[in-house]
């Protein structure tokens, strides 16, 4: 799966996180291997040196993104009943993203540069991380009969994970003005209310 976070290097993910910003604060257009150097007051061949293209600079920020949410997630697991375990998936994701808002618009903007089949195969990866932690919570929670069993798992991973998605692109546009983790909760409450038997 990519870059392990543990083969990005300090100055690489620097990189990462100043793109990150521009891509908030200017769109994909106004990331340009030319605005990021002069943002990081690097020289353009420095950026050149970790970095062949914007491209790949996207691709690593979500692999990044990926992998570092594989990483939080994976010890979350294994801690409480399914219903505490769905909440603490999504509260670990508000608060990830409340901390690094600027990978945000990365992870959460539809059509972030459709043409390129790299970053949308690693906008998948992202959406398989979250999945193989979601799906056996919902599956688990099925079996033992406090999730309903009248939508089969995959499907409710796709409500859910739609929901929770449309969240996040609203608070982007909103400029990330209301308090995710709050306005988060309130989703969690009432997705859980949705999908648990009455």
């Known amino acids: 799966m990519g870059m392990a976070i ?3 290097s300090d100055r690489q993910l620097e990189i990462i996180e100043a793109a990150g910003k521009i ?9 340009t291997i030319k605005n990021l150097a002069r943002q990081m007051k690097f020289s353009e061949a420095a950026i050149y040196r970790h970095f062949t293209s914007k491209e790949e600079i996207i691709v690593a920020m979500l692999d990044y993104v990926a992998e570092s949410m594989d990483e939080r997630y994976s010890q979350l697991s294994g801690t409480g009943d399914p219903e505490e375990r769905f909440r ?19 992870v959460f903007s539809d059509g972030l540069m459709e043409e390129s089949k790299r970053i949308n195969e690693a906008i998948a990866r992202v959406m398989a991380v979250k999945m193989k932690h979601l799906a056996p919570i919902i599956r688990e929670g099925q079996v033992s009969g406090i999730f309903t069993l009248a939508i089969p798992c995959e499907d409710m991973v ?22 995710i983790r709050k306005t988060g909760d309130h989703l969690i409450q009432s ?8």
Do not use: C, Y
């Not at 603490?88 to 990365?106: L, Y």
């Not at 796709?158 to 400029?175: D, E, P, T």
């Not at 997705?191 to 009455?198: G, P, Q, R």
């Open 6 to 8: 543990t083969e990005i």
């Open 23 to 31: 891509l908030s604060s200017d769109g994909v257009s106004g990331l």
């Open 88 to 106: 603490a998936v999504f509260q670990e994701q508000f608060r990830f993203f409340r901390k690094n808002p600027h990978f945000v618009v990365a």
């Open 158 to 179: 796709h409500v859910v994970m739609g929901a929770i998605r449309l969240h996040m692109f609203k608070w982007r546009i909103a400029n990330f003005q209301s308090d």
């Open 191 to 198: 997705l859980l209310t949705l999908i648990k038997n009455k």
